[in-house]
């Protein structure tokens, strides 16, 4: 049978084609969990529907993907004039998820704002409009440089590629645990590890490109086909 993934999926007040508020998810993110052999499986936000014994028993792995600014409240702070309005269904619906799968230990891919989820549950705090710099975080490609036996770098086969990038808020004070495994050339942390369970959490889009970059796909194939341990078989990548 086919591994089914399951995909975060967030509401939207808007989706061509319907009357009222939908519950939506980036095709390309499901094009790629199909091209690494799973069946994605759309999660509408429910907080607290998924325990970990739940989660782990019904799929494969996780996906959170990107979305909108988190509350601030969700991480201690104020909010900054610069962070969107939040959905705080879904804030608490991927939270959930995170924890969920923590504590399941499930193999789970968590992209940019899912990323920073992953920092907010471990205690840590985001930067809510990142400064200007030479780095085009907020719409572009740009290089990011991984630590060579990051779970990230070993999925790649790399440890130094240019990435499809679009946010303007990032990790500040780091979570609990969570190590540091990949930056951008302006200090941005690009890639978190956590200690115990099996995420690959990276701040930029790997789907955008998945289809032509075999290293981006090889982040959602990662999630059946655990990589192997050791330092990555290529030491860059390029376009």
């Known amino acids: 049978?086919?591994?089914?993934?399951?995909?975060?999926?967030?509401?939207?007040?808007?989706?061509?084609?319907?009357?009222?508020?939908?519950?939506?998810?980036?095709?390309?993110?499901?094009?790629?969990?199909?091209?690494?052999?799973?069946e994605p499986v759309l999660l509408p936000p429910a907080p607290g529907a998924w325990s970990a014994q739940r989660l782990a028993a019904t799929f494969a792995a996780l996906v959170v993907p990107g979305g909108g600014d988190l509350e601030p409240s969700t991480y201690g702070a104020e909010p900054s004039p610069l962070t969107q309005p939040g959905d705080a269904v879904n804030d608490a619906a991927d939270l959930a998820l995170l924890r969920a799968a923590v504590t399941a230990r499930i193999p789970t891919l968590a992209i940019c704002r899912g990323m920073q989820a992953l920092n907010v549950i471990c205690g840590g705090t985001l930067i809510q409009d990142l400064p200007r710099t030479e780095v085009p975080h907020r719409e572009g490609f740009h290089r990011v440089r991984l630590e060579s036996d990051s779970l990230v770098a070993r999925a790649m086969g790399t440890t130094?590629?240019?990435?499809?990038?679009?946010?303007?808020?990032?990790?500040?004070?780091?979570?609990?645990?969570?190590?540091?495994?990949?930056?951008?050339?302006?200090?941005?942390?690009?890639?978190?590890?956590?200690?115990?369970?099996?995420?690959l959490a990276v701040q930029w889009h790997p789907e955008d490109d998945a289809d032509v970059q075999p290293a981006e796909q090889a982040l959602f194939d990662a999630l059946l086909r655990p990589p192997a341990a050791g330092p990555p078989t290529e030491s860059a990548s390029d376009r």
């Open 1 to 38: 049978m086919t591994p089914l993934v399951a995909v975060a999926a967030m509401r939207s007040p808007r989706a061509e084609g319907l009357r009222r508020h939908a519950v939506v998810a980036a095709e390309k993110v499901l094009e790629a969990v199909r091209r690494a052999g799973g």
């Open 160 to 199: 130094e590629l240019d990435v499809s990038s679009y946010h303007h808020q990032a990790v500040d004070r780091v979570g609990d645990g969570l190590r540091v495994t990949g930056r951008a050339a302006d200090g941005c942390v690009e890639a978190l590890e956590h200690p115990d369970a099996p995420i």
